[in-house]
């Protein structure tokens, strides 16, 4: 059964970079059509897309963080990381990564991590 | 962006209930719509895809249709464990976004 598990710091000061990694079981994050995503959660509020990666390395990334995000895949390790710089307390919650799947018919995230929270304070 | 909108945002209903969450498209969106299930402190759990397309493993009593712009997701039979929020997301174009959510609360 594919799992997924993010891991890093709970709590990243104003202005730092947010560092997260995920790390891939059950399967291998080369093997298949499947692209590999952040998706994030504030505190009580919705969930938005950050952005996916593909095993070569091929990123799309959601417009509002596109400036400040960085995806990267680690296949020798079966990791994919996303790196948030010059964080805000706007950027507190909760981020998840997901397996993006799909077919002919669209695409969807079939598989998600626990979830991790990053609180952003000083 | 393709806004999805979810409204109400919380509605109540008792178990055994027939339960219909609206979700709205900014634009047609053909049948690229998915539908997920969130309980407080875990991950969103994929329920539909493609509008109407029941994940592996997910309770027959969950359907889902629609197009273009105006989808539905019906649960039959409301069960304890259906009480949750509900989430509409749009595949259709880059980037994927996501609805407001719908909490289905105990009446």
């Known amino acids: 059964q594919l799992q997924l598990q993010e891991s890093g710091p709970g709590l990243v000061k104003p202005s730092e970079t947010l560092s997260l990694t995920c790390t891939v079981s059950g399967a291998s994050i080369s093997s298949g059509s499947y692209y590999w995503g952040w998706i994030r959660q504030p505190p009580g509020k919705g969930l938005e897309w950050v952005g996916n990666i593909y095993h070569s390395g091929t990123t799309y990334y959601g417009p509002s963080l596109k400036s400040r995000v960085t995806i990267s895949v680690d296949t020798s390790k079966n990791q994919f990381s996303l790196k948030l710089n010059s964080v805000t307390a706007a950027d507190t919650a909760v981020y998840y990564c997901a397996r993006l799947g799909g077919d002919h018919r669209g695409v969807y995230f079939d598989f998600w991590g626990q979830g991790t929270l990053v609180t952003v304070s000083s | 962006d393709i806004e999805m909108t979810q409204s109400p945002s919380s509605l109540s209903a008792s178990v055994g209930d027939r339960v219909t969450i609206p979700c709205r498209a900014s634009?047609?969106?053909?049948?690229?719509l998915n539908w997920y299930q969130q309980k407080p402190g875990k991950a969103p759990k994929l329920l539909i895809y493609a509008t109407s397309n029941l994940q592996s493993g997910v309770p027959s009593r969950f359907s889902g249709s629609g197009s273009g712009t105006d989808f539905t997701l019906t649960i039959s039979n409301l069960q304890p464990e259906d009480f949750a929020t509900y989430y509409c997301q749009q595949s259709y174009s880059t980037p994927p976004t996501f609805g407001g959510g719908t909490k289905v609360e105990i009446k």
């Open positions: 634009q047609s969106i053909s049948n690229y």
